[in-house]
Nanobody, 118 residues
Framework: VQLEESGGGLVQPGGSLRLSCLAS????????MGWYRQAPGKERELVAK???????NYADSVKGRFTISRDNAKNTVYLQMNCLKPEDTAVYYC?????????????WGQGTQVTVSS
């Protein structure tokens, strides 16, 4: 399974970004996909995950600001990020595999940088 992320960049506080992750390869077994992030000096943390049945799980820090969605026909998961804060600055990683929205799957993307700064 290969995961290709896109959509990161530099944005001012209060702004928005949309991340995309395209899955390819042996994807028939993937039920859950999602996003993790890792800021400098911190551990990687869950941001949001979604199953093929649209069950979701969000980190408390992003609830009400971020929305995860997926297009099963396109094997793509999206993360719409609104009202961004400087503390959202991190490398965002796409994750896929398994069926849980609480634990990471086996497959990771290369990561895309999101920087929130004025």
């Amino acid at each position: 399974v290969q995961l290709e992320e896109s959509g990161g960049g530099l944005v001012q506080p209060g702004g928005s970004l949309r991340l995309s992750c395209l899955a390819s390869g042996s994807i028939f077994s993937i039920i859950a996909m999602g996003w993790y992030r890792q800021a400098p000096g911190k551990e990687r943390e869950l941001v949001a995950k979604i199953t093929s049945g649209d069950t979701t799980n969000y980190a408390d820090s992003v609830k009400g600001r971020f929305t995860i969605s997926r297009d099963n026909a396109k094997n793509t998961v999206y993360l719409q990020m609104n009202c961004l804060k400087p503390e959202d600055t991190a490398v965002y990683y796409c994750n896929a595999g398994g069926a849980s929205v609480y634990y990471s799957g086996n497959y990771w993307g290369q990561g895309t940088q999101v920087t929130v700064s004025s």
